[in-house]
């Protein structure tokens, strides 16, 4: 399909920008888990975990959209299914930020963690249902969709790290004589 053809370039950076990521993410936590915070499990599951589903969904869609297909009508369910999924995973988060005692949530976190991936989840749920009379405009708002679940992960990740790095500091040993 044509309309696939002009998104090639588009999916194949953002795909590889979420897999290289999802990779980076994997060394972070690794250096990370030697000093983990009291709660550390609650935690990672409200503010870690998503920004590896956000990268994931990228790298989901990447392929969907990639994929050889003759019509948009086979894969646009794919991507609504997925939005669908993405809806109800950060409805999930928000029960975790809630319970989790480790952090609490500033209006950024509820931003970047909760209001922005509902935008980007319910886009490609939309378009979806629009796609069969309206493809071009569905791809795009696809693409958005994808893109801003990227920039999602980016934020979410330095968040993560710069919280661990500069807040949540290891206490200095001390020497015994």
Do not use: C
């Amino acid at each position: 399909m044509a309309e696939f053809a002009e998104w090639d370039s588009f999916y194949v950076i953002i795909g590889s920008a979420a897999g290289a990521l999802i990779g980076l993410q994997f060394v972070v936590l690794t250096l990370i888990a030697e000093r983990p915070p009291a709660d550390a499990a609650a935690a990672g599951a409200a503010f870690a975990t998503p920004t590896i589903v956000h990268f994931g969904t990228v790298l989901l869609l990447s392929a969907l959209v990639r994929a050889p297909w003759h019509t948009v009508g086979v894969v646009a369910p794919l991507w609504g299914f997925v939005g669908i999924f993405g809806i109800a995973y950060t409805l999930l988060v928000v029960r975790r930020m809630r319970s989790q005692t480790a952090y609490q949530p500033d209006q950024e976190d509820w931003l970047f963690h909760v209001l922005l991936p509902l935008v980007a989840y319910a886009g490609l749920t939309g378009s979806a249902f629009a796609a069969s009379s309206h493809v071009r405009e569905a791809l795009f708002v696809v693409g958005a969709a994808a893109l801003l679940l990227l920039f999602i992960g980016i934020h979410n990740a330095w968040d993560n790290v710069a919280y661990h790095v500069l807040v949540h500091k290891p206490k200095p040993k001390t020497e015994q004589s």
